[in-house]
């Protein structure tokens, strides 16, 4: 069974190699996307090696319908975005992948349907399949190369997708159960070092004292240090004591 | 030759098959980066297989820099970033592949060093190389299927930088008063502690030696040191040794 998730389906235009189908479902699957389309696979369908290619995914290709146009493909469809690697001479709104995974999210969100047309590889799609299409995506490579296969593209817009649907508020996800020093702790710390250096006879000459502990001050209060940080370093310094003092 | 264009190096850290390794090359170029370091690759170097892979970017095979260890690959970078499918129990600041990114701009727009570590196929990336990572980028697959390969965890990581230096392409590159330290400053300041702390019997007890120096390491690169610090960590070190050998 699909999941209930809403989403775009992505549509596989005359796939040529099973290989290709079953890594597509996979990248497919690494976003949580599970409605894959195909129309007419070159090698017929169902087909082994792409059951072989999908592994973990294979539920994707047990649950793909099939068409034999483009056209059928996307009946139900009220957008379409043709994924392609250049600009062509068609008239069409081009998007970027985040722009067209944007603007798909927006629209599933109001209860629009969303098709991806991704073309055969190699050849790419041909024009009669990209006038079906509302828009198009340019993914931006490199202008001098471009060799996205078939997974690898599925994959990008994929990733955008779960970009633009995903928890991204925060760009930094935190660290797992850490526990950052208090500025107390920090300060305890620096302390701690101060003072053992002030002994040790760090400090000197003494026209240098006060800038010597502002810069050590200064980078200690710089350190992103966890309370495991704090510690450990009080044991550094305890440590190097107790070896003075055992001479 | 490389392009002048900067950007981070992307480091493969004990790649196996020479396939994989011609199609993360594939992948980078797409997005114009040709800037590869490869730690020991399995089946040694140069390889055929990788060749063949990579067609249209052979050019950073032939260019890609070899080293023996993680540690050399990264000891002229001033910041390093491990990709990783999952959370690891080590405290590292974690980023999504588009925070990554474009902490990686903003500081390649400041002069500094930057690489991105991509772990082996299946295995991933020991904790020790990830020790060396001042932080750890996610890739927010499904959690229920996660199977990107390394040219596909290359190929979105690219991408992402890609979409960010889109952004950054305008902006006006100032170069830092700050001089950071390099990975290899860092480096050799861990490992004079590390030799310190040894001799001064902090390893103890035995069954926890291990773990005691990982999280050492670990706490050196994830702290954002500048020259003048690591400098200053030496001096203090060297003071208490001294204050040892009076005593």
């Given at each position: 069974?699909?999941?209930?998730?809403?989403?775009?389906?992505?549509?596989?235009?005359?796939?040529?190699?099973?290989?290709?189908?079953?890594?597509?479902?996979?990248?497919?699957?690494?976003?949580?996307?599970?409605?894959?389309?195909?129309?007419?696979?070159?090698?017929?369908?169902?087909?082994?090696?792409?059951?072989?290619?999908?592994?973990?995914?294979?539920?994707?290709?047990?649950?793909?319908?099939?068409?034999?146009?483009?056209?059928?493909?996307?009946?139900?469809?009220?957008?379409?975005?043709?994924?392609?690697?250049?600009?062509?001479g068609l008239t069409k709104p081009a998007f970027s992948p985040e722009g067209a995974m944007?603007?798909?999210?927006?629209?599933?969100?109001?209860?629009?349907?969303?098709?991806?047309?991704?073309?055969?590889?190699?050849?790419?799609?041909?024009?009669?399949?990209?006038?079906?299409?509302?828009?198009?995506?340019?993914?931006?490579?490199?202008?001098?190369?471009?060799?996205?296969?078939?997974?690898?593209?599925?994959?990008?817009?994929?990733?955008?997708?779960?970009?633009?649907?995903?928890?991204?508020?925060?760009?930094?996800?935190?660290?797992?159960?850490?526990?950052?020093?208090?500025?107390?702790?920090?300060?305890?710390?620096?302390?701690?070092?101060?003072?053992?250096?002030?002994?040790?006879?760090?400090?000197?000459?003494?026209?240098?004292?006060?800038?010597?502990?502002?810069?050590?001050?200064?980078?200690?209060?710089?350190?992103?240090?966890?309370?495991?940080?704090?510690?450990?370093?009080?044991?550094?310094?305890?440590?190097?004591?107790?070896?003075?003092?055992?001479?």
């Amino acid at each position: 069974m699909p999941t209930d998730y809403p989403q775009p389906s992505f549509v596989l235009v005359r796939p040529q190699m099973g290989e290709n189908i079953g890594a597509a479902a996979r990248a497919m699957w690494n976003f949580s996307l599970d409605r894959m389309r195909l129309v007419a696979p070159r090698d017929g369908w169902p087909n082994p090696k792409a059951d072989a290619m999908a592994s973990g995914a294979g539920r994707l290709l047990d649950e793909a319908q099939l068409f034999e146009t483009t056209a059928d493909a996307v009946e139900d469809c009220t957008y379409v975005f043709a994924t392609t690697a250049r600009q062509r001479g068609l008239t069409k709104p081009a998007f970027s992948p985040e722009g067209a995974m944007k603007l798909a999210a927006e629209k599933i969100a109001n209860g629009e349907k969303i098709a991806v047309l991704f073309g055969p590889e190699r050849a790419g799609m041909e024009n009669d399949d990209i006038a079906r299409a509302n828009a198009v995506i340019n993914v931006p490579v490199n202008p001098e190369f471009g060799s996205l296969n078939l997974a690898q593209c599925v994959l990008l817009i994929g990733y955008e997708w779960q970009r633009q649907v995903g928890n991204y508020e925060n760009e930094r996800i935190e660290m797992a159960k850490t526990i950052w020093a208090s500025q107390g702790e920090s300060e305890a710390l620096a302390k701690h070092y101060e003072d053992r250096l002030e002994e040790a006879g760090f400090f000197y000459p003494p026209e240098k004292v006060d800038s010597m502990k502002v810069n050590l001050r200064n980078m200690w209060s710089r350190m992103p240090l966890t309370r495991a940080d704090v510690q450990m370093l009080h044991g550094v310094l305890r440590q190097m004591v107790r070896w003075k003092d055992k001479g």
